[in-house]
């Protein structure tokens, strides 16, 4: 039982072919949910879609800050329209990349803050990016109330914690950082760089977390683990992903893909 919290099924390379032998592949693993995460209009309803088609398949919609550029009034209302749609089951993935700046970091901001606003009036939870933007990802997130009393009081505690239906995705902060985000309420990702020989940062954080805090994603088709590396990624690779946090935690592997499982059904409201 396995969960890949954050794919792209939906991915523009892909094509209806290879999509197709994905989906095969999919249903023969040992992975029963994954989410197929938009990163635009496009690709959100693309995923809305597969969710509708693929008994293990949930979406997830929104605009990337790559994409953040692309989003007008209309747009986010489409966002809206779409997060209504059966097994859509939340906001994302949206965020801050001052990486790459596809988008201008102004519009970035402002495409952010109201996703967020969506999510919280849909009282969705919300999948969020964040690269080389930490500090004031996590401002935002803040400032815009996706920690608040009033949010995270509409989900039930865990293990006495509140939790606020954040999940910080591929994270790559620190310990600390992840620390903080659990404190409010956040949950935090693992994906297949925590397999790769200098993810001392990434070990440090899944030693760091609880269990109950963490998921385990590909984001297929980027990011293949260890011993995949270099070759294009796909859902049931995150198999490596969770025997990695097994080792890092001393759990087994069954221990690990159980739980991270659990979590993201009840992070998701599947």
């Not at 950082?177 to 397999?195: C, D, E, H, N």
């Not at 990695?244 to 991270?260: D, H, M, Q």
Request: proline share 4%; hydrophobic share 40%; aromatic share 8%.
């Amino acid at each position: 039982m396995l969960f890949d919290s954050h794919m792209h099924l939906n991915n523009e390379d892909i094509t209806d072919g290879q999509r197709e032998e994905l989906v095969r592949e999919i249903e023969a693993s040992e992975v029963s949910y994954a989410v197929d995460i938009g990163f635009n209009l496009e690709s959100s309803a693309l995923a809305a879609k597969h969710a509708e088609e693929y008994s293990w398949c949930y979406a997830a919609v929104g605009f990337h800050p790559h994409d953040a550029k692309e989003m007008d009034d209309l747009g986010l209302m489409m966002i809206k329209a779409l997060s209504r749609k059966p097994k859509v089951v939340a906001i994302g993935e949206i965020g801050l990349d001052f990486h790459y700046d596809h988008s201008p970091r102004d519009v970035q901001r402002d495409c952010f803050r109201k996703q967020i606003r969506l999510a919280n009036e849909l009282q969705m939870p919300i999948v969020v990016h964040s690269r080389e933007a930490d500090e004031e990802v996590l401002s935002i997130l803040r400032k815009e109330q996706a920690f608040s009393n009033k949010r995270t009081s509409r989900f039930p505690k865990i293990e006495g914690t509140v939790d606020a239906r954040v999940l910080l995705h591929c994270f790559s902060g620190s310990a600390e950082l992840a620390r903080q985000y659990v404190k409010l309420g956040g949950t935090i990702s693992i994906a297949g760089p925590v397999t790769y020989k200098n993810a001392r940062v990434s070990a440090e954080v899944v030693k760091a977390v609880p269990l109950e805090r963490l998921l385990v994603e590909t984001d297929a088709p980027y990011l293949a683990p260890e011993p995949m590396r270099g070759k294009r990624n796909k859902a049931p690779f995150v198999e490596y992903t969770a025997r990695k946090v097994a080792e890092l935690k001393g759990l087994s592997y069954e221990e690990v893909a159980k739980a991270t499982c659990e979590n993201a059904i009840r992070f998701y409201g599947i």
